[in-house]
């Protein structure tokens, strides 16, 4: 029995230690312990001993089981944390991966310009208004004081559509943002304090001109609006755009027939090596035409100048962005080249405000 007993022991231990998993440890335990397991035979024949043998049997055969039991608690221990272990490898998340990659996708200069000049006049108070590319001749000529016959018309090389509208008059496509002043007006009550950005077209083709183009209309009618006022509005403008106050000026007189007086605004400049570079040179870049708003229009409109009056702009926004981010040649904005998209282009969800900054 005794050969027994350490026969069963040192097969038992190493049966547990090589049990590979809890289902093979528990077959063992059912084996050894269970009711007709190999340990509790062996415990049963210590009943058919001779008497004196019993006692130092039974002792045995107890620190036997108990043996059995802290082993097999052990390695079911063991077995647990191996198991733990290879289930959170598995479950393991590595939060030091960097994160998605950032967008592809470039805003067009002409888009982030457009934005940052409408943060700035909407800051102003000034609301967005809309109207259509393509126009009839009362919005974008007659109702602006320029008539039929109005050396105006030539002046700016309009594109005519072969389609008329209902009257049978010329459609056209708008050779400025001007008409949203009339629509404007027309559609509702003084006072008005407006911004209307979209795109223009003109017959024109060079370094500065291309044959579309985009402006931001400016209209503020109120009682007694001056030429200060103008000024004002416009010097402020500019130096909130170039982020700088030591931005040089000047207003030139100008004409227009929808505006008296009339002003052309021009900002200083130096070109040189395919570079155009804001500040004080020897180059003026004109970037708006202005002027206090013509009584002719006002009454088109059914305003009385004598109570309302107010001033107007028409902004170039591609100016404006080539002069901002030092692009000489407005042509390539409307080639479509990648390559210069993800140079002079702008990342995406960066909003330009006047709080948070307009370009980054
Ligand atoms: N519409 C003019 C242009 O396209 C600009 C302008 C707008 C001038 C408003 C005066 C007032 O050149």
Same mark, same amino acid.
């Given at each position: 029995?005794?050969?027994?007993?350490?026969?069963?022991e040192?097969?038992l231990?190493?049966?547990?230690a090589?049990a590979?998993?809890?289902?093979?440890?528990?077959?063992?335990?059912?084996?050894?312990?269970?009711?007709k397991g190999?340990?509790?035979?062996?415990?049963k024949?210590v009943?058919?001993?001779?008497?004196?043998?019993?006692?130092?049997?039974?002792?045995?055969i107890?620190?036997?089981k108990r043996?059995?039991e802290?082993?097999?608690?052990?390695?079911?221990?063991?077995l647990?944390r191996?198991?733990?272990?290879?289930?959170?490898?598995?479950?393991?998340i590595?939060?030091?991966?960097?994160?998605?990659?950032?967008?592809e996708g470039?805003?067009?200069?002409?888009?982030?310009?457009?934005?940052?000049?409408?943060?700035?006049?909407?800051?102003?108070?000034?609301?967005?208004a809309?109207?259509?590319?393509v126009?009839?001749?009362?919005?974008?000529?007659?109702?602006?004081?320029i008539p039929?016959?109005h050396?105006a018309?030539?002046?700016?090389?309009?594109?005519?559509?072969?389609?008329e509208?209902?009257?049978?008059g010329p459609l056209?496509?708008?050779?400025h943002?001007?008409p949203?002043?009339i629509?404007t007006?027309?559609?509702g009550?003084?006072?008005f304090?407006?911004?209307?950005p979209g795109?223009?077209?003109r017959?024109?083709y060079?370094?500065?001109?291309?044959?579309?183009?985009?402006q931001?209309?400016?209209?503020?009618?109120?009682?007694?609006?001056?030429?200060?006022?103008?000024?004002?509005?416009?010097i402020?403008f500019? !130096?909130? %755009? &170039? /982020?700088? +106050?030591?931005?040089p000026? =000047?207003f030139?007189p100008?004409?227009f027939?929808?505006?008296?007086?009339?002003?052309?605004?021009?900002?200083?400049?130096?070109r040189?090596?395919?570079?155009l570079?804001?500040g004080?040179g020897?180059?003026?870049?004109?970037?708006?035409?202005?002027?206090?708003v013509?009584?002719?229009?006002?009454?088109?409109v059914?305003?009385?100048?004598?109570v309302w009056?107010?001033?107007?702009f028409?902004?170039?926004?591609?100016?404006?962005?080539?002069?901002?981010?030092?692009?000489?040649?407005? !042509?390539t %904005? &409307? /080639?479509g +080249?990648?390559r210069?998209? =993800?140079?002079?282009?702008?990342?995406?969800?960066?909003?330009p405000?006047?709080y948070?900054?307009?370009?980054?």
């Amino acid at each position: 029995m005794e050969q027994e007993r350490e026969r069963l022991e040192a097969e038992l231990l190493a049966a547990i230690a090589a049990a590979g998993d809890l289902r093979g440890l528990e077959e063992i335990r059912v084996r050894a312990l269970g009711r007709k397991g190999e340990v509790t035979a062996l415990a049963k024949a210590v009943g058919r001993l001779p008497v004196e043998q019993r006692r130092a049997a039974g002792r045995a055969i107890n620190a036997l089981k108990r043996n059995i039991e802290e082993a097999i608690t052990r390695r079911r221990e063991e077995l647990e944390r191996i198991e733990l272990e290879r289930r959170l490898a598995g479950e393991r998340i590595d939060v030091s991966l960097p994160p998605r990659p950032r967008p592809e996708g470039r805003v067009h200069p002409v888009s982030q310009v457009t934005e940052e000049i409408v943060a700035i006049l909407a800051d102003m108070g000034f609301a967005v208004a809309e109207g259509p590319d393509v126009e009839d001749d009362f919005h974008n000529f007659t109702a602006l004081n320029i008539p039929p016959e109005h050396p105006a018309r030539q002046m700016q090389d309009t594109f005519f559509l072969e389609a008329e509208d209902e009257k049978g008059g010329p459609l056209l496509l708008r050779t400025h943002t001007s008409p949203v002043q009339i629509r404007t007006m027309l559609a509702g009550k003084p006072p008005f304090r407006i911004i209307a950005p979209g795109r223009v077209y003109r017959r024109d083709y060079d370094m500065t001109h291309t044959p579309m183009f985009h402006q931001v209309e400016g209209l503020l009618i109120d009682r007694r609006t001056h030429m200060g006022h103008l000024k004002g509005c416009l010097i402020d403008f500019v !130096r909130a %755009f &170039f /982020e700088r +106050d030591d931005i040089p000026v =000047r207003f030139r007189p100008s004409f227009f027939p929808f505006t008296e007086p009339s002003a052309e605004m021009d900002v200083g400049c130096r070109r040189g090596e395919g570079q155009l570079v804001v500040g004080a040179g020897d180059d003026w870049l004109e970037i708006l035409g202005c002027g206090m708003v013509h009584p002719a229009v006002l009454r088109e409109v059914g305003l009385d100048p004598d109570v309302w009056q107010g001033f107007a702009f028409g902004l170039g926004i591609d100016r404006l962005a080539m002069l901002k981010y030092g692009i000489p040649d407005l !042509r390539t %904005f &409307f /080639e479509g +080249d990648l390559r210069w998209l =993800r140079h002079y282009g702008f990342v995406p969800l960066d909003l330009p405000t006047t709080y948070g900054g307009l370009s980054r």
